[in-house]
């Protein structure tokens, strides 16, 4: 599960390390974004380290997720055309590992449902549900395929924080840790992160806007962080 890193080195340290990896939806499914384009068999041949995983997640069909960072597949595949507009099918029948390295080019764009079955659960996954107009039912799909493999060792988080206080809503017995996503210093607003203190586990920011002021704020008003990079 390591070859998002390469991409994207660290997610998740308290300031905690982790990889950034992510999903959103397909026409039959949901597509994960974040680089997670080379997992498949290339994860099986270099294995699986413990440690944290970050997935970004966008979704119809969560069992039809895919993993994949960008809107579109030209970066990974060299073809045209918006994830979203490829069936699951589709997507992990293309070669988009040959842009990474040769030897990956038999790796396709895989599914959620694959992905998970290559992590161990001993492995914590930081699971961000990505940004989609209109879906309201991302965070209800993909607790239902969490809840039905019974991953316990799992971060939600989202730039779109609504999804989050869904998501807080779905999982009664708070089987799963949540976290709110943030680009830049909005987080400093104290009144706002007092509405989410009672259920949220951590604020998830960019690494350059880490600082001793930063993590002071953020642990005085009772919150863990996590740090990623782009």
Not at 155 to 162: E, G, K, M, V
Not at 172 to 182: I, K, S, V, W
Request: glycine letters at 10%; proline letters at 3%.
């Amino acid at each position: 599960a390591a070859l998002q890193a390469v991409e994207r080195d660290a997610v998740g340290r308290r300031v905690e390390g982790g990889r950034h990896e992510g999903f959103h939806a397909v026409r039959d499914g949901v597509h994960a974004g974040g680089g997670g384009q080379q997992w498949g068999q290339a994860q099986r041949e270099l294995g699986v380290a413990d440690g944290g995983f970050w997935h970004e997640v966008p979704g119809v069909e969560a069992q039809l997720a895919v993993v994949i960072h960008d809107d579109d597949i030209t970066r990974v595949t060299g073809q045209q055309g918006d994830v979203t507009a490829f069936t699951a099918e589709a997507l992990s029948a293309m070669d988009a590992g040959s842009w990474f390295a040769p030897i990956f080019s038999h790796q396709g764009i895989p599914t959620l449902a694959e992905v998970l079955d290559l992590i161990p659960e001993s492995v914590l996954i930081n699971v961000e549900l990505k940004h989609m107009p209109g879906r309201f039912d991302l965070p209800g799909k993909v607790y239902q395929l969490l809840k039905a493999r019974g991953r316990s060792r799992i971060l939600i988080s989202s730039f779109n924080h609504l999804y989050i206080w869904q998501y807080h809503f779905l999982d009664r017995e708070r089987t799963h840790l949540l976290a709110l996503l943030f680009e830049t210093k909005r987080f400093q607003l104290p009144f706002y992160l007092s509405l989410y203190k009672s259920f949220v586990h951590s604020i998830n920011i960019a690494l350059d806007h880490v600082s001793g002021e930063s993590v002071a704020y953020i642990h005085r008003h009772g919150y863990q962080i996590y740090v990623y990079t782009v």
